[in-house]
């Protein structure tokens, strides 16, 4: 993996702004790489994918250094954007697990529909899994009043959980109110009524949504 002194292509290629997100002033594709400009968390951010790279896991972008613009670059990966790699890292100020901090489905990219990668790892930092399990529930099964009936909700949570290893049980959903009520007190006027409203369905639906599947006779 080239780092920041030996990180030089071998011509000049053309910057291609990218846009789409929430967050990508700067942001640009040269060849086969994503450049952006350097933030206040940028260092913290390096060590986390250096720390992901070292263990194998291949669903988070490549940290490559820092060009002669002073961007950092990250390795491109080829897709479109809509486990557990960080139990051992650990900063000097806490033991807790590292975690993403939004695990919504427009921070993935997707092959062919599937899920290869995680990006924006900007609000990575020490928290519990249960925090990045309900922000991801929630957003992922279209949980709250706009989602399907209760009982198609309770469905994609059974199998949501079955495949993480947990099961589906009133915690769970406490997990995914927790992260409304948070999301919540980051929010301006604007955006507050329709999270309020999600967070006081969930309250009242909770037991629906971990009820236990139907028995199918016969």
Known sequence: MSL????????????????????????????????????ANSEFVRRLLEHLAATAFEGAP???????????????????????STRRFRTTRSRRPLCHGDLSPCNFVFDEGKPVAIIDFDAAAPG???????????????LGTDGPPPDEQARRLRL??????????????????????ETIDRL???????????????????????????????
């Not at 997990?175 to 409304?180: R, S």
């Not at 955006?191 to 037991?207: I, K, M, P, S």
């Open 160 to 181: 949501f959980c079955d495949a993480y290893g947990c099961e589906a049980e009133p915690r769970i959903v406490q997990a995914v109110v927790d992260a409304v009520a």
């Open 4 to 39: 920041v002194s030996d990180y030089a292509p071998s011509m000049p290629e053309q910057e291609r702004p990218l846009t789409g997100g929430r967050v990508t002033p700067g942001v640009v594709r040269v060849g086969e790489t994503v450049r952006r400009p350097l933030r």
């Open 62 to 84: 490549r940290y490559l250094g820092v060009d002669d613009a002073g961007r950092e670059v990250f390795g491109f990966t080829r897709a479109s954007c809509q486990t557990s």
């Open 188 to 218: 301006g006027a604007a955006d507050l009524r329709w999270w309020q409203v999600q967070r006081r369905w969930l309250e009242e639906n909770g037991d629906v949504l971990v009820a236990p599947a139907p028995s199918v006779d016969g």
């Open 128 to 142: 519990y899994r249960l925090g990045d399990l309900g922000y991801a529930l929630f957003l992922w099964l279209n």
